[in-house]
């Protein structure tokens, strides 16, 4: 059985190996009514906590608490995947506590991931919003962005929202027209990863300079830049999409 306990966006490891609390740790969790929001899966054999968001929590004797981002590049995708389902669902559970249509209080699913509603009996999935992000290349340079929503101080790949109507590859189209300005040609899937931040599907993209010169749109990123891969700016970590795409896993 695995246990995850989540501070905001940190989960709590042991020090000395960064390998999840055991049992022990989570009793003391429970039975000092810490957690915020308790939720498992049997099937996936996994128990998961958040600490309220106010909670200034120290972590117990032998552990602490990372970014969930590092324990991602520390593990295995298997791995990486199930801690992101446990932050994500227990996100989602915290943001869906009544019904949007009646606003009756909102109770698991017995068979499904899914909430009911105990009133109207509506049924509610988990939210799931689809993104792109893609690595644009011209001969051995790459465009790389500094954004001003996100990660200010690091450049990475352009990234956005699939718009409803629209196809991945459409979008992927659409977003670098707005940042950069740019046309670009042989659009390429390479793979995907489930982002709990709090919601988030990363569909990766590489795809090649076709025409035009960069001229950012300011209310999305502070500068973009073309660069070369031995002289690369502070860019994301390992455990992420835009790390697989910079670093060159998907050449």
């Given at each position: 059985?695995?246990?995850?306990?989540?501070?905001?966006?940190?989960?709590?490891?042991?020090?000395?190996?960064?390998?999840?609390?055991?049992?022990?740790?989570?009793?003391?969790?429970?039975?000092?009514?810490?957690?915020?929001?308790?939720?498992?899966?049997?099937?996936?054999?996994?128990?998961?906590?958040?600490?309220?968001?106010?909670?200034?929590?120290?972590?117990?004797?032998?552990?602490?608490?990372?970014?969930?981002?590092?324990?991602?590049?520390?593990?295995?995708?298997?791995?990486s995947?199930l801690?992101?389902?446990?932050?994500?669902?227990?996100?989602?559970?915290?943001?869906?506590?009544?019904?949007?249509?009646?606003g009756?209080?909102?109770?698991?699913d017995?068979?499904?991931?899914?909430?009911?509603?105990?009133?109207?009996?509506?049924?509610?999935?988990?939210?799931?919003?689809?993104?792109?992000?893609?690595?644009?290349?011209?001969?051995?340079?790459?465009?790389?962005?500094?954004?001003?929503?996100?990660?200010?101080?690091v450049?990475?790949?352009?990234?956005?929202?699939?718009?409803?109507?629209?196809?991945?590859?459409?979008?992927?189209?659409?977003?670098?027209?707005?940042?950069?300005?740019?046309?670009?040609?042989?659009?390429?899937?390479?793979?995907s990863?489930?982002?709990?931040?709090?919601?988030?599907?990363?569909?990766?993209?590489?795809?090649?300079?076709?025409?035009?010169?960069?001229?950012?749109?300011?209310?999305?990123?502070?500068e973009?830049?073309?660069?070369?891969?031995?002289?690369?700016?502070?860019?994301?970590?390992?455990?992420?999409?835009?790390?697989?795409?910079?670093?060159?896993?998907?050449?």
């Amino acid at each position: 059985m695995n246990y995850y306990i989540f501070n905001e966006k940190n989960i709590l490891v042991r020090t000395d190996s960064h390998m999840l609390p055991d049992a022990s740790i989570w009793e003391k969790f429970s039975n000092s009514d810490s957690f915020d929001s308790v939720f498992g899966e049997r099937i996936y054999s996994y128990t998961a906590a958040s600490l309220p968001a106010e909670n200034s929590t120290v972590a117990p004797s032998g552990c602490e608490f990372i970014p969930l981002r590092q324990y991602f590049a520390e593990n295995s995708d298997d791995e990486s995947a199930l801690a992101a389902r446990a932050a994500g669902l227990l996100n989602w559970r915290s943001a869906y506590r009544f019904c949007p249509a009646c606003g009756a209080p909102l109770c698991d699913d017995g068979h499904l991931t899914a909430r009911i509603c105990t009133k109207c009996g509506r049924q509610y999935f988990p939210r799931i919003e689809p993104c792109i992000i893609v690595l644009i290349t011209r001969g051995k340079e790459l465009l790389l962005a500094r954004h001003r929503m996100r990660n200010q101080d690091v450049y990475t790949c352009i990234a956005g929202f699939i718009e409803i109507g629209e196809s991945a590859e459409q979008a992927v189209v659409r977003e670098v027209r707005e940042e950069v300005g740019l046309e670009i040609q042989n659009l390429r899937y390479v793979g995907s990863q489930g982002w709990p931040f709090p919601d988030q599907l990363m569909l990766g993209y590489r795809a090649e300079y076709k025409s035009g010169d960069v001229h950012v749109q300011e209310s999305e990123l502070y500068e973009a830049k073309w660069f070369t891969r031995d002289a690369l700016p502070s860019f994301p970590k390992a455990g992420s999409m835009g790390w697989r795409l910079i670093s060159g896993m998907y050449d």
